[in-house]
């Protein structure tokens, strides 16, 4: 019982940190770019949220103002590699680490708590128990989880078909051909920097809700999640390749290691060794997939021989 | 057409490697031509092609396209005149984008990219239409990942490409450089089709002497960043290889051609 419990929660936390994980999507694997900016634009989004309802702001539009917030750090380390042509990594990481001082001149301090204001989820709650539906706070948090992730992926979806979506997604793949079409790179990396740091930075608002606090530390290593809810979604669908159930595929990836950690956590570690997990999950989800198709090499290789023995 | 004056690039400026591969480079471009270029390896044949489409600037002289000087313009901006095919079949499509993907963007060349679907229906049709002239079986390939396709197949997609929209002048790198002989052949042969159907202006840099001869209706032979004999018409028509050898010996300071380039 207390395990189903603690699935609902690591539900909840999957599908809100899946989100930040589409965001790393779109720069990891349809452009191709590095961008480390992600562990800033998540708290980024988180403080905003924060000190925006801490001053009676009301939490939707709160939402928006971070997520504004978010899409111009992208806009900051797309300029850094644009226009000063700092190398992709370094260029998120001065972004990166630039935010963590702006964090802490938007709140004016190192965290800020929310339990006395009101949040989305409290919202929803309370909305649910007038119409005679008492839910507890994890599941308020799947439903919000779900309409969020939901809409981010139509949209996402419907902007990477368009003509400009459709040129980021060929600059992901080869830049000469597109400059060779017509189209600047430089704008299209631009672009995709400010989308993938605007739906970090949502991540971070809607984290920052949930948890009841926002704090300047909270996104490190924010971005190994994100990429490893990627690889856990492509290891495991693995034959997927439409571009929507990609992007379902990331947030169940992202999903399993909230359950992961979960069950990690049920086993008896403290949440203080979560950062080292994060990276033993990653770095086995990259190399599983590489050993299994060596292993079905190295069969074929064996099945080669023999028959040429048999011969 | 296209003039180009006084055309100069060096490379790695200032330092030991310095290397002057465009040497106040002449050529005039009628509408119609069909131009071969050869020349031995660092001739500036394909620094010549890039300086035209603007992949790095040129250090000095002008390019002039229609009576609009180009040579300051970013390499994006001048696309919408140019069609280009790479040596590299790789380099010419996204390889994780679908067939009618890939089209759909060259078809957009130099156009203004909005929020409308990057790939109208009506367009299919077209495509599939395009795609039969090549016959390679390709029209019924549409939805599949360009990168499931063969370099001669990606490479005869690329030429399609770059002709979708009739380009002011099409620009080929040694673009059969890459391909086993067969297909070499039926991509060269889709090159002179396609050419002499839209009726366009192409440059042709080719490694392969007897196809700069087969091809075409002029042919520029080029040493150290300059062009060192034009040929037209009838007189292009009577050449041989060895004719060719011979000239480059005498008019060439040396350096010169490989065996590979006899074939």
Redesign the interface.
């Known amino acids: 019982m207390q395990f189903l419990l603690a699935v609902e929660g690591a539900v909840a936390q999957g599908l809100l940190w899946s989100i930040l994980a589409l965001g790393s999507y779109i720069t990891f694997r349809l452009l191709n770019f590095t961008d480390m900016t992600v562990d800033g634009s998540f708290t980024t989004g988180a403080c905003v949220t924060a000190i925006c309802i801490a001053n009676g702001i009301p939490p939707v539009l709160a939402l928006l103002v971070s997520l504004s917030a978010g899409s111009f750090a992208g806009a900051i380390t797309g300029f850094l590699h644009n226009k000063l042509e700092i190398p992709e990594v370094l260029a998120g990481i001065l972004t990166q680490i630039s935010l963590y001082s702006i964090n802490l001149r938007i709140m004016g301090r190192a965290n800020q708590q929310l339990l006395q204001y009101d949040t989305i989820f409290k919202q929803l709650q309370n909305l649910l128990a007038e119409i005679g539906l008492n839910l507890s706070s994890d599941r308020v948090a799947i439903i919000i989880g779900l309409i969020f992730v939901t809409i981010v992926i139509i949209v996402l979806y419907w902007?990477f078909?368009?003509?400009?979506?459709?040129?980021i997604?060929?600059t992901?793949?080869?830049e000469?051909?597109?400059?060779?079409?017509?189209?600047?790179?430089e704008n299209t990396k631009f672009i995709a920097l400010i989308i993938a740091n605007s739906c970090i930075a949502l991540a971070g608002s809607l984290v920052g809700m949930y948890q009841g606090a926002a704090d300047v530390g909270m996104g490190a290593g924010a971005i190994v999640i994100g990429l490893a809810s990627i690889v856990i979604g492509e290891v495991i669908l693995r034959r997927v390749?439409a571009f929507g159930s990609k992007m379902v595929a990331v947030v169940i990836g992202s999903i399993i290691y909230r359950i992961i950690v979960a069950l990690v956590l049920q086993l008896g570690l403290s949440t203080n060794d979560l950062k080292l997990i994060t990276a033993i999950i990653v770095a086995l989800a990259l190399f599983l997939p590489n050993a299994v198709s060596k292993h079905y090499a190295k069969k074929a290789r064996e099945l080669a021989a023999k028959e040429t023995n048999d011969a | 057409m296209l003039i180009i004056e006084n055309l100069t690039k060096t490379f790695d400026p200032g330092t030991v490697n310095e290397k002057k591969v465009i040497d106040r480079l002449n050529l005039q471009i009628s509408a119609g031509d069909f131009i071969t270029v050869i020349g031995g390896n660092g001739a500036g044949k394909s620094t010549m092609l890039n300086l035209i489409c603007g992949v790095y600037p040129a250090d000095g002289g002008k390019i002039i396209l229609a009576g609009n000087e180009i040579q300051d313009m970013p390499e994006h901006k001048r696309a919408k005149d140019f069609g280009r095919v790479f040596q590299d079949p790789l380099m010419g499509t996204a390889a994780n984008m679908q067939l009618a993907e890939n089209l759909a963007l060259a078809f957009r060349r130099g156009k203004r990219r909005g929020l409308s679907w990057g790939i109208l229906e009506e367009e299919r049709e077209l495509y599939q239409k395009r795609l039969a002239t090549l016959g390679l079986g390709l029209e019924d390939r549409l939805n599949d990942k360009i990168g499931l396709l063969s370099g001669g197949q990606r490479q005869a997609v690329t030429l399609l490409m770059a002709t979708l929209n009739a380009p002011k002048l099409l620009l080929l790198d040694e673009h059969t450089a890459a391909l086993d002989p067969n297909t070499a052949e039926i991509v060269l042969n889709l090159t002179d089709k396609i050419i002499s159907e839209q009726n366009l202006t192409a440059l042709m840099v080719t490694h392969n002497m007897q196809a700069a001869i087969d091809h075409g209706n002029r042919l520029i032979m080029m040493d150290k960043g300059n062009i060192i004999y034009d040929v037209r018409g009838p007189e292009k028509q009577k050449l041989k290889v060895e004719d060719l050898l011979r000239l480059f010996q005498e008019l060439s300071s040396g350096g010169g051609f490989s065996d590979s380039m006899l074939g």
């Open positions: 902007f078909g368009t003509e400009i979506g459709s040129i997604r060929a992901g793949n080869n000469a051909m597109v400059r060779a079409l017509g189209q600047n790179t390749i």
